[in-house]
């Protein structure tokens, strides 16, 4: 386990997070619980601008909401002065709902609705990113409907084959985002959009992939894009004033991950794009940065209650908890890899190698393959750890189970931030037609 101040077990073998105690939080909130640690979020946040601040001050990070969209997180990251990268109307209205400002929004999309475009350019987004040449159109018509000119970037895919899940692999030439720089699609779409009197063209966005871990590929993306804006500014005479970036700055799932401390992705970016404009001699755009997972990945550490363990002879392990696909399907999607403790037995040693699975009726329903635990007994409390990005954020109610609730944890203290469903919550919108109720 990767311990840090808000992260630890203590000297009783109880885990800690945030300064509370896991079997505390499990006597006052129950299992399964998503407990989120808001000092994390805020240092990497502050490590961010650190950089930032001292070489590249005309710069923006923005949340990318996706990894984890609530009230509370919108909250905290924006008094940190980050905006954020919403991607639905859902996404927009919560994050509107919290009172985070819309002119620190990007609105992305590779099919926006034209309700959803309507309400952003009604918000007052401060960009909405285009993704296809349909949107172009469509935008351009809603703002006229408006009476405002939309500033948009171009969602521009650079061709690079970063190294991580094919799933979460987003600019290689075979993608169903942005245009190609390569054959010419997205030069296109910058014409077409400097075409239209309600659109105003302020920029590029790229998005390289999720969860990678080399600096090389930011630093090609960062090569490939000032190449394109010195493109633009030859061919269309047209200034580029905001790089946007992206995020997927790889983090630590188990011990085999070893990313480089997240702060050390955007010196990289900054660095070579500080050494492009004056080798290219553009002017220097702002930069605007969307990382997620890096900034809620590690805060989470979802809370179980160990219930029956299978022991098939010579074959396997199982050890069952409370929760499962429909609060974290990141196995059932990716195989995802994570790393797990028993938050009530933290300092012994691990015996014994066993699957945690999930309670849903599904074989492919698990959490952890090939955890090293002690020997766990029903009733213990199994700590998965990584588990802020991307769980939550994906959880559904397959097999009627709820949503678990999250709380925030901080200097020993715990609330709320998203409360439990109810099965009154489960059946709310469901509807019978009329005639299923005549007898
Ligand atoms: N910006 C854009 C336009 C994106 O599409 C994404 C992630 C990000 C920023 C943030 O990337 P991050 O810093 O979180 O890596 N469900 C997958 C991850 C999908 C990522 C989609 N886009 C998972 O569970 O790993």
Redesign the pocket.
């Known amino acids: 386990m990767n311990t840090r101040d808000t992260l630890y077990a203590d000297n009783d073998g109880q885990l800690v997070i945030g300064g509370c105690k896991a079997g505390e939080l499990v006597k006052q909130f129950g299992t399964p619980l998503y407990v989120m640690d808001e000092k994390y979020i805020r240092d990497i946040c502050k490590s961010y601008y650190k950089v930032l601040d001292e070489k590249y001050p005309d710069s923006l990070v923005c949340f990318?909401s996706?990894?984890f969209s609530c009230k509370a997180v919108y909250k905290i990251v924006e008094s940190e002065r980050l905006g954020a990268?919403v991607v639905s109307g859902g996404e927009l209205y919560t994050a509107l709902q919290a009172g985070m400002s819309a002119d620190k929004m990007y609105f992305?999309g590779n099919n926006k609705s034209v309700k959803e475009l309507s309400e952003a350019v009604a918000a007052g987004v401060h960009a909405v990113v285009i993704d296809s040449l349909y949107e172009i159109d469509l935008l351009d018509s809603i703002a006229r409907e408006k009476g405002k000119t939309q500033k948009v970037l171009v969602r521009v895919n650079p061709g690079i084959d970063a190294h991580t899940h094919r799933f979460?692999q987003?600019t290689r030439v075979d993608s169903k985002f942005g245009f190609s720089v390569s054959d010419g699609a997205a030069l296109d779409a910058i014409r077409a959009i400097l075409a239209k009197k309600n659109l105003a063209f302020t920029g590029l966005h790229c998005?390289i992939g999720?969860?990678i871990f080399e600096l090389k590929p930011f630093k090609i993306a960062v090569d490939k894009m000032t190449d394109f804006i010195k493109t633009l500014n030859v061919e269309l005479g047209c200034t580029v004033k905001e790089l946007n970036m992206?995020?997927?700055?790889g983090i630590t799932y188990t011990s085999e991950d070893k990313p480089l401390k997240p702060y050390q992705y955007v010196e990289a970016i900054v660095d070579r794009l500080t050494e492009d404009i004056a080798e290219k001699k553009i002017s220097a755009p702002k930069l605007i940065l969307?990382?997620?997972?890096?900034i809620v990945g590690e805060a989470g550490i979802t809370l179980y209650t160990v219930g029956a363990i299978k022991d098939i002879k010579d074959v396997k392990k199982y050890i069952s908890v409370d929760g499962g696909m429909f609060e974290n399907p990141?196995y059932a999607l990716?195989e995802a890899k994570y790393e797990a403790v028993l938050a009530n037995k933290a300092n012994a040693p691990a015996t014994e190698t066993v699957t945690v699975a999930g309670k849903c009726c599904e074989s492919g329903d698990m959490l952890v393959a090939d955890a090293k635990l002690p020997k766990a007994e029903s009733g213990d409390i199994l700590a998965v750890l990584s588990t802020g990005?991307?769980n939550y954020s994906?959880s559904s109610n397959y097999n009627r189970n709820s949503v678990p609730p999250v709380v925030l944890v901080n200097a020993g203290k715990a609330e709320y931030i998203v409360k439990p469903q109810t099965y009154e919550d489960l059946v709310s919108r469901d509807v019978c037609p009329t005639y299923l109720s005549e007898d």
């Open positions: 990318a996706k990894a990268d992305h979460i987003t998005h999720s969860q992206g995020g997927g700055y969307e990382p997620g997972r890096s990141r990716y990005a991307y994906m």
